[in-house]
């Protein structure tokens, strides 16, 4: 088990903060173009979400992640959106993205596998769930004290929304859920090997 020299931890999240934070609130504000175009044209985008086993869906896998029923829909997911993907991209910039395309790919391939045909899978809710568990989950792959410590602290936090993989709540999308998580263990454990002292 790595116990990463503070020197150098707080030196990362110096280079690193301003970047992931720009990003992070770029990203969100993404969010609310796409939204407020959307609500404009009565929700039509939301036709070029997922629609899975449809060939013509499978665009969908790109677009997703950006799209939102409806305002609340988008509100719901902006604070975790924030929270998680800012520490995610903490962790390097190039890392944080690089999870974060993994989880995109994983979401999307496993929900047009999986879902009930027939249905539309919107939302960044898919992200969100992947960043939550790549954060509490790469110090166990790394072993890693602090990020290990992180996962511990986010767990308190939001470890209850993890209940949102298992299905039963109508018109909740629990497959991107869940294969949104199981993207953010897969690129915890991919890119372990190249993990650096994380400045969180």
Do not use: C
């Not at 390097?92 to 690089?98: D, E, F, N, T, V």
């Not at 974060?100 to 539309?120: E, F």
Request: aromatic share 8%.
């Amino acid at each position: 088990m790595s116990i990463p020299d503070s020197a150098p931890a707080r030196r990362r999240f110096a280079l690193e903060w301003k970047p992931a934070a720009l990003i992070t609130l770029g990203f969100v504000a993404l969010l609310y173009g796409v939204e407020a175009i959307n609500a404009a044209d009565h929700q039509q985008l939301n036709a070029d979400g997922i629609r899975p086993r449809d060939t013509d869906g499978l665009i969908g896998i790109l677009w997703a992640p950006v799209l939102h029923a409806d305002w609340e829909h988008l509100a719901g997911n902006t604070v975790p959106a924030l929270v998680l993907g800012f520490l995610t991209l903490l962790s390097g910039i190039a890392r944080g993205l690089a999870v974060s395309a993994i989880i995109w790919a994983v979401a999307g391939v496993g929900t047009w596998l999986t879902a009930q045909s027939g249905t539309v899978h919107i939302g960044a809710s898919s992200l969100i769930f992947g960043w939550l568990t790549y954060l509490l989950t790469r110090g166990a792959f790394s072993r890693n004290v602090g990020q290990i410590l992180l996962g511990l602290v986010l767990l308190f936090l939001y470890g209850s929304v993890l209940w949102g993989v298992l299905p039963g709540t109508p018109g909740i999308s629990w497959q991107g859920h869940l294969f949104g998580a199981i993207g953010g263990i897969v690129a915890a454990a991919l890119l372990a090997r190249r993990a650096a002292a994380s400045p969180v």
